[in-house]
Nanobody, 127 residues
Framework: QVQLVESGGGVAQAGGSLRLSCTAS????????AAWFRQAPGRAREFVAA???????????YYADSVKGRFSIARDNNRDTVSLQMNDLKPEDTAVYYC?????????????????WGQGTQVTVSS
């Protein structure tokens, strides 16, 4: 497992932007995947986006349909950091956002497939 710490988040108006960052400590290997999940009040945690933590084999990032075209996940290998750029925010994007990691590169969108988690950061979008 690795240790993950999120930063960023906060409050934005609908149509605005926010950027989240996730910094890892511990041993990140080329076969790890980083992901973002979110959990709104009263709802289950849901997948947002994921990307291989290293640029291994050119595997692309993948996204939930609800955020495609608005959110972008990216990695900074020099800092072991993964970011989530969120544009054109909507009130329904309001949630606690979690960074997660797993060993393996197959596309996985299920919470149970990830074994390392950050503490979460709140994102609130006002209408």
């Amino acid at each position: 497992q690795v240790q993950l710490v999120e930063s960023g988040g906060g409050v934005a108006q609908a149509g605005g932007s926010l950027r989240l960052s996730c910094t890892a400590s511990g041993r990140i290997v080329s076969s790890y995947t980083a992901a973002w999940f979110r959990q709104a009040p009263g709802r289950a945690r849901e997948f947002v986006a994921a990307i291989p933590w290293r640029n291994w084999g050119g595997r692309p990032a993948y996204y939930a349909d609800s955020v495609k075209g608005r959110f972008s996940i990216a990695r900074d290998n020099n800092r072991d950091t993964v970011s989530l750029q969120m544009n054109d925010l909507k009130p329904e994007d309001t949630a606690v956002y979690y960074c997660a990691a797993r060993s393996g590169l197959t596309q996985q969108t299920t919470e149970s497939q990830y074994d390392s988690w950050g503490q979460g950061t709140q994102v609130t979008v006002s209408s």
